[in-house]
C-alpha cells in the first residue's frame, strides 16, 4: 500500500481525488485545464489528453473497425448490438492508447445525444433519432459498452455531445437556439439525462451555440441541472474554440481572461483551445485569478472533476490491477468486430416501400439468386464506400457492387456509376483544358487542342449545383491548392476545408464559369496555361463551353434494360453539402441523380432503389413509382455485405427509422426555429402527412397484433403498468419486427404530442410463430413541464396506448386512466408571472439575463405573450415589471407593453407599461402602473409596441409593490 492515499486503489475515490488536488500546486492545477494536461512528474502524474473521437469507431488514428454511421446506429433500434458495438470500440481505443499513450487518449468524446429536430441539420449523421426518449436509451447502451462494467475502472470515459439545443451549423457560433421551458424539459434535457443518470456517459461537451441569449458554455444548466443527475462527478469539457468565442465572434464579454473566467464558473473544466498550446489558456485562466475573476476554489473544482476521471480511467494504477490497460492491438479489426460491423449494417438496412412490378405479382424483395442471370449495380454510390468527418480509416471496404457480386456469384453483374462525362473547352476556342495522366497528378493545363481522354472529366454532382470533377487521365479529383492552382492529385472530396467541390456557374453566352466553394473564387487561365480559382467575380473569371462526352443516365440505362433486375445506388458524399459547419438548404435528391433513377426505371421496371445517405431524403416520385426501395446510412467497411444479405433474404431488413421523411423541406420550419411545440415539428406534433413516418420499416414478412392488455386500467402518478400485446409472424418467411409503445394524453391544461414513444421491442419471429411482448409503462414518464410551477407534473387524464409498426401504423389501441394532479389556474398574487412561463407567443423569443434566466424578447412590432387561465380573484390594483429596451437609443420614447384580456388585439386594456431604452445587456429598468378590469380567471396577454422590448417578469399587487425580493439586486 502507498504512503501517498491518492496512489492507493484500495481508497474511496473521493479521498484519493482529495489527496492528489492539495498536493498539486496552484500553477499545476492551472496547467490541468487544457486539453493537453502535462505530466507533473514529482507526484508521477502522466500527462493527459481528453478528445479521442470514437462516434462510430476509433477515428483519426489509423484503421480501425468502422461500423455505420450513428443515424444508422439508432436505425437498428437494438440497445443490445450498440452496447457490444461501445465495447468493441472502446477495446480499440484502449488497444490503440496501450500503443500510442500520448496520441489516443482515453476521454472519448461519444456518443452524440442531440435530438435530430431537423433532417437538414448539416451532422444528422452524428445522432441516433429525433426523439429524445430513443436517443437517450440507444445512447446509453452505447456509453455503457465504451465505459465497460468494471466497478473501480473505466474502459474508456465516454462525453456526451453537444450540450444543448444544437442542430445548425449555419452561423453555429453566433446564432442562439430559442428553447421555452417545455422544449428544454421535455425535448432537449431528456436525452442528456438518461447516459448521466445510468452512470453511462462520465463527461458532456459544451456546444457552439448560444441557448436563449446565453452562450452554451456559460450555461447555468450545466451545474443546475446536468450535474444533478449523477451523484459521481460529471465533467464537462469546451468545444474546440468555443471558450474564444465568448469574447470573440459572441462578443459577450469584452475580452478573454473575462469570457474564460466565465465559462469556468459556469462549469467548464477543460478548455479545448489552441490545439496543443496550453499556454493562452493558462494565460487568461491566471489572469483572472489575478484579477479577482476567479478563486483558487473554482480552480479546485475544475480540477477535481477531472482528476475523478482519470483515476477511474487507472491513471495512477498499476496495470495489473486494471483489467483493460493490457488491452492489445489483436483486437483492432478483429473477426469478432467484423462480425458486429456486418451486423450492425444488416440490422440498419430500412425496406422503405416493396411493390410487386405487375398486377398480382409478388414483391421485387428479397431477390431470387437463382433467378438472376445478369443484374445492373448502377449509380455513383454502387462502388464506393464513402466515410465522413468522424470515421476511422477503413481497413477494408465491400462496396454494394462488391457485396452482391459475391452473394451472386456466378450471375453477371455489371456496373456504370451513372455520372456524365464532359470535356472542357476554353470560351469559345478550340483549346481544351488537359489533366496529368500521373498517378499522383499534376496542375491542370488549358493546352489540349482537342478533346481526348486527358480532357476528360466525370462530373459527380452532389446536391444544391454542386460538383466534384474527377479526371478520367488518372482517376484523381480536382482541387485547388493552398495557391489556388488546380490539381487532378485527390481521392475524393474531403478534409476540414473541402478543396474538391466547384460549382458550374453561367457565365454568358451558353458558356460556364467555374466557382471554387472553399476559396469563394472563379477558375482563371495564367499566362502559362495553368488554371487558378483567382477571380472574384463571375465577370473576371475564364468560361468554359461544357462539352458533353457521353451520358451517364443513358448509359447506365442501357445496362439495366439487359439486366433482369436494376439496382440504382444514389445518395449524398458525407463531406459535401451537408455536414459539419454545412447545413442542406433542402431535402431532394441531386438532380442528376433524380434523373438517372428516372432514366433506369424507364428501362427497367424491375429497379431497386439504394438511398445511401447520411439524412432523409423528400423521393416522392421514386415512391410513386420505383418497386423496391431501402435506405442505409453509409455502413462503414462492411456495408456491401450488410446489404447483400438483405436483398438477397439472407436476413430480414431489420432497421426502422428514426426519423421523420418528409415530402418537402416546405413541411419544415425554419431551420433555426427550436421551438418543436410552437412550430408542429418532429413526428411528436407534425400534423402533416409525411413521406415515411418515424418508426417505418418494413419486412419481408408479414405479422399480426392481437390482445393489447393493460395490467390495470388505471394507475397512480407514482405507479406503472405493464403492456402485453402479442405478435404472430402471419408470412412465410422468418421475420423481423420492432414493436413500437406510443400514448397520446387526451386532455390536458396544455398542447400535447399527437403520439410519443415510450418503449419498444426488436423481435424476431419464424412462421407461424408467435410471441406475447411485455413492456413496463410508468406514470412518471408521462409527465410535461408545467409553466405554471415550473416543474413537471403527471396530470390527472386519460391516455390513449397504442401499439404498432410505426408512429402512424397503429394497429391496437386502449386507454389508460392516469390519476394525477389537476392544474389550477395561475395565481398571479403567489410570486413573479415570470415571462418565459408563458403559455403562448407570436413575435417572441427567449434572451438573456444576467441572473441567468431566460427573459423574453419582442423579435418584431406587435409581438406578444399569452398567460391562459389567470385567477385574478377580485382583482389586483398594480402591476410591478422588470424590463428593459436593450437596443434602443437612451435619447428615444422607449416602448410600451399593454395588458390586455382574452386577446392581444382587441381585448379590453388592463394596463399599459412603459419600456424605456436602458441601454448594455444587463442594464434594466422596474416599472409599474395602475391596473384596472381585473377580476375572475382570464387569458392574460402582454402586446408588445416595437421589437427589442423585454420583459422579465411581473409582479401583482393590491397596491404599488416592488419586484420578487430575490431579483431586487439584477439576479434572477
Known amino acids: 500500500m502507498s504512503d501517498s492515499p491518492f496512489r492507493d486503489p484500495e481508497q474511496p475515490l473521493r479521498a484519493r481525488v482529495t489527496d492528489l488536488l492539495d498536493r498539486l500546486t496552484l500553477d499545476e492545477k492551472i496547467g490541468l485545464l487544457h486539453q493537453h494536461q502535462p505530466p507533473v512528474p514529482r507526484l508521477g502524474l502522466p500527462g493527459f489528453r481528453t478528445g479521442t473521437e470514437a462516434l462510430h469507431g476509433v477515428a483519426w488514428l489509423g484503421p480501425a473497425t468502422v461500423f455505420p454511421q450513428a443515424i444508422g446506429l439508432g436505425s437498428t433500434w437494438d440497445p443490445d448490438l450498440l452496447r457490444k458495438i461501445g465495447e468493441a470500440v472502446g477495446d480499440e481505443v484502449r488497444a490503440l492508447h496501450h500503443k500510442d499513450p500520448g496520441g489516443a487518449g482515453l476521454n472519448v468524446w461519444a456518443p452524440v445525444v442531440n435530438p435530430l429536430r431537423d433532417p437538414r441539420w448539416g451532422r444528422n449523421e452524428e445522432g441516433y433519432a429525433e426523439d429524445p426518449w430513443l436517443t437517450g436509451e440507444l445512447a446509453t447502451a452505447y456509453a455503457l459498452g465504451l465505459r465497460g462494467d468494471h466497478p473501480r475502472y473505466l474502459r474508456t470515459a465516454p462525453t456526451l455531445k453537444h450540450f444543448l439545443g444544437y442542430n445548425n451549423e449555419t452561423d453555429r457560433a453566433t446564432t442562439s437556439s430559442n428553447l421555452p421551458p417545455r422544449v428544454l424539459h421535455e425535448y432537449e434535457l431528456p436525452a442528456f439525462r438518461a447516459p448521466i443518470a445510468a452512470g453511462a456517459a462520465v463527461g458532456v461537451m459544451a456546444s457552439y451555440n448560444l441557448v436563449n441569449g446565453r452562450p452554451a458554455h456559460l450555461s447555468p444548466l450545466i451545474n443546475d441541472e446536468l450535474r444533478r443527475w449523477s451523484a459521481d462527478d460529471v465533467l464537462v469539457v469546451g468545444d474546440a474554440g468555443a471558450a474564444t468565442n465568448i469574447a470573440g465572434t459572441q462578443g459577450y464579454h469584452p475580452d478573454h481572461v473575462t469570457g474564460y473566467a466565465a465559462a469556468l464558473r459556469a462549469g467548464i473544466d477543460s478548455f479545448t483551445e489552441d490545439d496543443a498550446d496550453s499556454a493562452p489558456t493558462i494565460g487568461r485562466i491566471s489572469a483572472a485569478l489575478a484579477q479577482g475573476l476567479l478563486t483558487e476554489a473554482d480552480i479546485d473544482d475544475a480540477v477535481r472533476r477531472i482528476l475523478a476521471v482519470r483515476i477511474r480511467l487507472g491513471d495512477l494504477d498499476p496495470v495489473e490491477a486494471n483489467p483493460y490497460a493490457a488491452t492489445g492491438t489483436a483486437v483492432v479489426n478483429c473477426p469478432a468486430h467484423q462480425e458486429f460491423a456486418r451486423a450492425a449494417v444488416r440490422e440498419s438496412v430500412v425496406l422503405l416501400r416493396n411493390e410487386p412490378t405487375q398486377a398480382g405479382g409478388t414483391p421485387l424483395l428479397p431477390l431470387d439468386p437463382a433467378g438472376i442471370r445478369r443484374i445492373a449495380v448502377v449509380g455513383p454510390l454502387a462502388d464506393t464506400a464513402h466515410?465522413?468527418?468522424?470515421?476511422?480509416?477503413?481497413?477494408?471496404?465491400?462496396?454494394?457492387?462488391?457485396?452482391?457480386?459475391?452473394?451472386?456469384?456466378?450471375t453477371t453483374v455489371t456496373h456504370h456509376e451513372g455520372v456524365d462525362r464532359v470535356a472542357l473547352r476554353v470560351g469559345a476556342g478550340t483549346t481544351y483544358l488537359r489533366a496529368s495522366d500521373a498517378p499522383a497528378g499534376?496542375?491542370?493545363?488549358?493546352t489540349a487542342p482537342e478533346a481526348v481522354p486527358d480532357s476528360w472529366f466525370d462530373v459527380f454532382?452532389?446536391?444544391?449545383?454542386?460538383?466534384?470533377l474527377r479526371s478520367v487521365a488518372n482517376g484523381r479529383y480536382l482541387a485547388a491548392g493552398d495557391d489556388g492552382v488546380l490539381i487532378n492529385d485527390r481521392t475524393g472530396p474531403g478534409g476540414w476545408v473541402v478543396n474538391e467541390t466547384f460549382r458550374l456557374v453561367r457565365a454568358g453566352s451558353g458558356r460556364q464559369a467555374l466557382h471554387h466553394l472553399a476559396r469563394d473564387r472563379y477558375v482563371v487561365i495564367d499566362p502559362d496555361g495553368s488554371l487558378r480559382a483567382a477571380a472574384t467575380s463571375v465577370d473576371a473569371a475564364t468560361s468554359f463551353t461544357v462539352e458533353p462526352v457521353s451520358d451517364g443516365a443513358r448509359e447506365a440505362a442501357a445496362l439495366a434494360r439487359d439486366a433482369d433486375v436494376a439496382v440504382v445506388v444514389l445518395g449524398n458524399h458525407p463531406m459535401v453539402c451537408g455536414r459539419e459547419t454545412q447545413d442542406r438548404t433542402d431535402l431532394t435528391l441531386p438532380e442528376a441523380q433524380d434523373k438517372l433513377l428516372r432514366a433506369v426505371y424507364a428501362a427497367n421496371p424491375r429497379t431497386v432503389l439504394v438511398l445511401t445517405s447520411s439524412y432523409p431524403y423528400a423521393v416522392d416520385w421514386a415512391d410513386r413509382h420505383v418497386p423496391a426501395i431501402v435506405w442505409s446510412s453509409h455502413g462503414g467497411q462492411e456495408h456491401g455485405t450488410g446489404l447483400a444479405e438483405v436483398l438477397c433474404g439472407d436476413a430480414d431488413p431489420g432497421g426502422r427509422l428514426t426519423q421523420t421523411w418528409y415530402r418537402s423541406a416546405a413541411d419544415l420550419p425554419d431551420l433555426l426555429d427550436y421551438d418543436i411545440i410552437a412550430s408542429d415539428a418532429t413526428y411528436l406534433y407534425y400534423r402533416g402527412d409525411p413521406l415515411y413516418p418515424f418508426g417505418h420499416g418494413l419486412s419481408f414478412s408479414t405479422f399480426e397484433y392481437r390482445d393489447l392488455v393493460l395490467s390495470a386500467d388505471e394507475v397512480a402518478a407514482d405507479g406503472e403498468v405493464e403492456v402485453s400485446v402479442t405478435v404472430r409472424n402471419t408470412g412465410a418467411r422468418h421475420g423481423t419486427e420492432v414493436v413500437q409503445l406510443y400514448t397520446r394524453q387526451r386532455h390536458s391544461r396544455a398542447k400535447q404530442p399527437l403520439r410519443q414513444l415510450r418503449g419498444f421491442g426488436k423481435i424476431r419471429l419464424a412462421p407461424a410463430a408467435e410471441t406475447t411482448l411485455r413492456l413496463r409503462l410508468a406514470a412518471a414518464d408521462l409527465a410535461t413541464w408545467d409553466v405554471t410551477q415550473n416543474r413537471l407534473v403527471v396530470e390527472d387524464a386519460r391516455h390513449t396506448v397504442a401499439v404498432g409498426r410505426s408512429s402512424a401504423d397503429l394497429l391496437a389501441t386502449t386507454t389508460l386512466v392516469v390519476r394525477g394532479e389537476q392544474i389550477g389556474p395561475r395565481d398571479p398574487m403567489a410570486g413573479p408571472l415570470w415571462a418565459a412561463d408563458n403559455d403562448d407567443y407570436a413575435g417572441m423569443v427567449p434572451t438573456d439575463h444576467a441572473g441567468g434566466r431566460a427573459t423574453v424578447v419582442a423579435a418584431e412590432d406587435g409581438g406578444w405573450l399569452a398567460f391562459a387561465g389567470v385567477d385574478f380573484g377580485c382583482g389586483p390594483t398594480a402591476v410591478t415589471a422588470r424590463v428593459a429596451h436593450h437596443a434602443a437609443d437612451p435619447q428615444s420614447g422607449g416602448s410600451t407593453v399593454t395588458l390586455r384580456?382574452?386577446?392581444?388585439?382587441?381585448?379590453?386594456?388592463?394596463?399599459?407599461?412603459?419600456?424605456?431604452a436602458t441601454g448594455g445587456r444587463d442594464n434594466w429598468a422596474e416599472v409599474r402602473t395602475e391596473l384596472h378590469?381585473?377580476?375572475g380567471i382570464?387569458?392574460?396577454y402582454l402586446l408588445f409596441s416595437?421589437?427589442?422590448?423585454?420583459?422579465?417578469?411581473?409582479?401583482?399587487?393590491?397596491?404599488?409593490g416592488s419586484g420578487p425580493g430575490e431579483d431586487k439586486d439584477g439576479g434572477a
Open 901 to 916: 384580456l382574452d386577446d392581444p388585439l382587441i381585448g379590453p386594456v388592463a394596463g399599459t407599461l412603459p419600456v424605456p
Open 946 to 960: 416595437t421589437a427589442g422590448a423585454t420583459v422579465s417578469y411581473l409582479s401583482f399587487a393590491g397596491a404599488v
Open 387 to 410: 466515410t465522413d468527418w468522424y470515421s476511422g480509416t477503413l481497413p477494408y471496404a465491400v462496396t454494394p457492387r462488391a457485396g452482391l457480386a459475391t452473394r451472386l456469384a456466378g
Open 933 to 935: 378590469g381585473l377580476s
Open 461 to 468: 454532382s452532389w446536391g444544391d449545383g454542386v460538383v466534384a
Open 938 to 940: 382570464r387569458d392574460l
Open 442 to 446: 499534376g496542375p491542370l493545363l488549358a
